[in-house]
C-alpha cells in the first residue's frame, strides 16, 4: 500500500532514536538512508556535572537555561544519583527556567519546572538575545551546555552574568563516517 511518502527517500543523520524515526517514515512509504554525523555520549565520569551543579546549588539563581532534553534529563539523573534531585529542582522552581525547544521544555516539564519562555527557532543565539533584553549583568544564571563547547555560557559572561556552566554530555564525530557520506552522496544525487 502507497503512503504519502511513497517515492521518496529521507536521509537520517542523528543516532539516538533513529529507528523510530525510519519506521515512523518507512511506514509513510518512505525508504530511509540513515548516516549518523555526530553521536552524543553521556559524560563517563559526573564528577564535572555534580560539581557544577553543587555550584548551583551554592547561591540563589535568577535564570536556569536548558539547551536539550538528553542534557535535562541527564543532569537530573546525575543530581538524583548524588541525592541531589530534590535541591535542583526547588533552584529551578524558584528561577527563571528558559528552553531552546521543545525536546529541552518537555525534559523541564517531566522534573517539575515551569518554563517561563522557549526559544521560537530553537537556537542558543535566540536564547542568549532574550536573556540580554532582559538584563543579565549581576544575575546568576545556570546553562545546561549541549554536547558542544560553552558558546551561550560564554556569551552571556560577556554580557556580565554570573554563570555556572554544567556540562552533561559531549558530541563527538562517529567511528566511520561512510554512512554519513551515503546520505550526502544520495541527497546530492
Do not use: C, N
Not at 13 to 21: A, V
Not at 61 to 77: E, K, Y
Not at 124 to 136: K, N
Request: without cysteine.
Amino acid at each position: 500500500m502507497a503512503g504519502p511518502l511513497t517515492g521518496y527517500t529521507v536521509g537520517i543523520t542523528g543516532h539516538r532514536r533513529w529507528e523510530e524515526q525510519a519506521e515512523m517514515l518507512s511506514r509513510r512509504g518512505a525508504q530511509v538512508v540513515h548516516g549518523p554525523v555526530m553521536h552524543t555520549a553521556l559524560l563517563h565520569d559526573t564528577d564535572a556535572t555534580l560539581a557544577a551543579t553543587r555550584q548551583a546549588l551554592a547561591a540563589p539563581v535568577d535564570h536556569v537555561v536548558l539547551t536539550t532534553g538528553i542534557g535535562t534529563r541527564s543532569w537530573f539523573a546525575a543530581a538524583e544519583s548524588a541525592g541531589m534531585d530534590a535541591e535542583l529542582r526547588a533552584l529551578g522552581r524558584r528561577a527563571t527556567v528558559l528552553a531552546r525547544g521543545p525536546k529541552a521544555r518537555s525534559a523541564a516539564l517531566a522534573a517539575g519546572l515551569d518554563v517561563h519562555w522557549q526559544a521560537p527557532s530553537e537556537t542558543g543565539d535566540e536564547m542568549v538575545d532574550h536573556l540580554a533584553r532582559l538584563g543579565v549583568r549581576r544575575r546568576r544564571v545556570v546553562v545546561q551546555r549541549d554536547g558542544g563547547e560553552p558558546l551561550v555560557a560564554d556569551r552571556l559572561r560577556a554580557l556580565g552574568a554570573d554563570v555556572v556552566d554544567v556540562p552533561v554530555y559531549r558530541w563527538h564525530r562517529p567511528e566511520d563516517a561512510a554512512p554519513a557520506r551515503r546520505v550526502v552522496d544520495a541527497a546530492v544525487a
